[in-house]
């Protein structure tokens, strides 16, 4: 992705901390930023928001800010974030992958930075004929094993929730991840919020763009290719064979197949590839009342709305027993149980 080019000075960053109720207002925000920076409001001429994170640890909620501010002066205008992938060249080296969900759609994303042509391989439907198949789990409890709500366009998070969220903000360019959402549709509000959240109202739009991205620089992206066995001469990896016959060659074959494509894994195993065991955490779903989490979090009674400006609420637990450890993992504050099966 390409951002447009500002040449821009390094920016003043300011952090502020307002009440809930005055966090939007403007005024408040301009007199809180000119005390922090111990000048008059006269002398802020612009400010912009770059962070936004509620602070509920104590009865009154507070909010956490961080601005942007311009001195005297307007500040630079944001880089304009736009799908822009260079073309590629004949001949490009092939990468097949296999699975189109974030792993495999940022993978065919880098290797058009790259240089290379992504040939994704998709078992399931494109999001929008993969809506369609929802139906039949959630009305007869029959499941469509290759469209269902984890494998398909976008993979699991496209129809159960869209929220984004990693502990591990050391690991990789996240604010990237970020920007190239934007670039492809999803709110801006994601380059803000502590935990941003896309919605499964706008995230199949933004997969199918990210789809139109590839295509549009030179790849390819395949649905209904379920992969069914690899290529492998004098072991080494040659290509994979999918369930029509048809065989994609490529000496790089990226996995990106989710938890759920079991099949792969046995298939791997079949084929003589060395597998090597990981440690892996077992859970259980615990379901909770919102207004019960609602009113624990943000002291408020529990059968009165939380207020108009604070989302659902959530919560994050960890502790140790018997030195191993316990924490609570994948939430989903205000939203729904949905059947995730990928069998009958």
Known sequence: MILSTTDCSEPTLVDIILPLELS?????????LAKKLGTTVTQISEWRLRKHSIDARQRTIKVQLRFEVGLAQKLPPDPVLRPDYPSLAAGAPQVVIVGCGPAGMFAALRCLELGRRPIILERGKDASARRFDLGPILKEGRVIEDS?????????????????????????????????????????????????????????????????????????????AKVESFLIHNERMAGVRI???????????????????????????????????????????????Q??????????????????????????????????????????????????????
């Open 243 to 289: 369930c029509d016959g048809r065989e994609f060659l490529s000496e790089q074959v990226i996995l990106a197949t989710g938890h759920s494509a079991r099949d792969i894994y046995i298939q791997l195993n079949k084929q003589g590839v060395r597998l090597e065991q990981k440690p892996f955490a077992v859970g259980v779903r615990i379901e909770h009342p």
């Open 291 to 344: 207004a019960l989490i609602d009113s624990l979090q943000y002291h408020c009674p529990r059968d009165e709305a939380r207020p108009a400006r604070l989302p659902a609420a959530s919560y994050r637990l960890a502790t140790k027993i018997d030195n191993r450890g316990v924490h609570s993992f994948c939430m989903c504050p205000g939203g729904f149980i949905v059947p995730a099966a990928t069998e009958n």
């Open 148 to 224: 269902n709500y984890c494998f398909g366009e976008g993979g699991a998070g496209t129809f159960s929730d869209g929220k984004l969220y990693t502990r591990a903000t050391k690991r990789g360019p996240v604010r990237t991840i970020y920007e190239t959402l934007v670039a492809h549709g999803a709110p801006e509000r994601i380059l803000i919020d502590a935990h941003p959240h896309i919605g499964s109202n706008l995230l199949p739009k933004v997969v199918m763009a990210m789809r139109e991205s590839i295509r549009a620089a030179g790849g390819e992206v395949h649905f209904g």
């Open 24 to 32: 939007e207002d403007l005024d408040a925000q301009k007199a809180a």
